[in-house]
């Protein structure tokens, strides 16, 4: 069993930034591979960003390629997600997810855990 919390959400103008927390507990937080994923209201929960276990490869959605840079930090057990050049289009709930297959997936339903979420409000 993993348990994830995310932390950091708030509200923000445009072209403000943001950095996203999740911290992990439980079984080894190396053997996971960590993914953002968000949801608006009325629509699907889309991939925002995939980090493999070493941290050594990174994948993007591609409304936030070029904006957005998750990291993982393995002695810490968190995964961060830092925001830049944000846009009304980004507000939505924020969620990690671990996958216990070790490999990343742009697929929510490859990934086993999931956190609480965090809201994260972008104004115009």
């Known amino acids: 069993q993993v348990q994830l919390v995310e932390s950091g959400g708030g509200l923000v103008q445009a072209g403000g930034s943001l950095r996203l927390s999740c911290a992990a507990s439980?079984?080894?937080?190396?053997?996971?591979?960590m993914g953002w994923f968000r949801q608006a209201p009325g629509k699907e929960r889309e991939f925002v960003a995939g980090?493999?276990?070493?941290?050594?490869?990174?994948y993007y959605g591609d409304s936030v390629k070029g904006r957005f840079t998750i990291s993982r930090d393995n002695a810490k057990n968190t995964v961060y997600l830092q925001m830049n050049s944000l846009k009304p289009e980004d507000t939505a709930v924020y969620y990690c997810g671990a996958a216990g297959t070790g490999y990343t997936s742009s697929y929510q339903y490859s990934y086993d855990y999931w956190g609480q979420g965090t809201q994260v409000t972008v104004s115009s």
């Open positions: 980090i493999s276990r070493s941290g050594g490869s990174t």
């Open positions: 439980g079984r080894t937080f190396s053997n996971y591979a």
